[in-house]
């Protein structure tokens, strides 16, 4: 089979956060990039703009990954961009990023958080993977995006969240399983604690809550968006050809 002369990725909530230093860490690797956004336009432009000031090619593309009513009409224009921009039929790399936390301490759970987050942590991702499994090349891979929540308890009201990311744990094998065959490797990726928006920006922006993880990690402090970055690219790497199927957790050695 004859590669293409550079791999293409597709960032879901590539404008800001984990998935904006996923699309820098990939761009920086040569990878061209494909990224989605919700609704902040002009921050996914100027991710964009980052990409291609680092050589690669780039394009945004509005998303809402928990309305899969709108999934059909994605992947045509993804097609059509794939075609336009980067000359291409397929893709190489899809990062299930876009996502964020919920709160639910144990008596308060409610339908409704509870059905956000599935809806966005695990039907999302799923359902869109699977109708663009067949647009990702032979030799591909898939990231999806989890938590260290999963394998510890760092705060109890984080249950329907971790709960749902580890849902997409599970899937992981299973699609891992299902695309062995055409060699693409799928993969979940579990950050610990990374100063982001995510969570209201608290792990970034409250000094008392960063001394306290810090506390519990073994490199000694909270992780950087970059640090995350720069494990998607390792996993997304030509290099990890052989690694499916896996739970790898980037996060500085917190809770061990
Ligand atoms: N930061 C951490 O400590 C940490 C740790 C473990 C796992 N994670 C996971 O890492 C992923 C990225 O989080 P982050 O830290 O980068 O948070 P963030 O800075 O808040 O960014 C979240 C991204 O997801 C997008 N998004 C949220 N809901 C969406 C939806 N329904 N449709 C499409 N896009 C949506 C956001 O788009 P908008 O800009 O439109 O809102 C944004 O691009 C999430 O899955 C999160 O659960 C984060």
Redo the contacts with the bound molecule.
Sequence with gaps: MTRPSSRTALI????????RAAALALAADGTDVVL?????AD?ATAVVGEVEALGRRAAALQ????VPGSFAAFAETLAATLQDVFGRETFDVLVN?????GWTPFGEMTEEVLDELLA??VK?PILLTELLAPSVADGGRIVF????LTRFVANPAYSAYASA?GAIEVYTKYAAKALGARAITVNVL?????A???AGGV?RDDEDYRAMISGLVAFGRI?EPDDIGGAVRAIASESAGWVTGQRIEASGGQAL
């Design positions: 879901t909530g590539g404008n800001r956060g984990l998935g989605t956004y919700r609704g902040n921050e998303l809402d990954t928990t990023n876009a996502g964020y936390a966005v942590h999302g995006v989890s938590t260290g990311k579990a950050p610990g604690a990374t982001t928006d995510f792990i992780g």
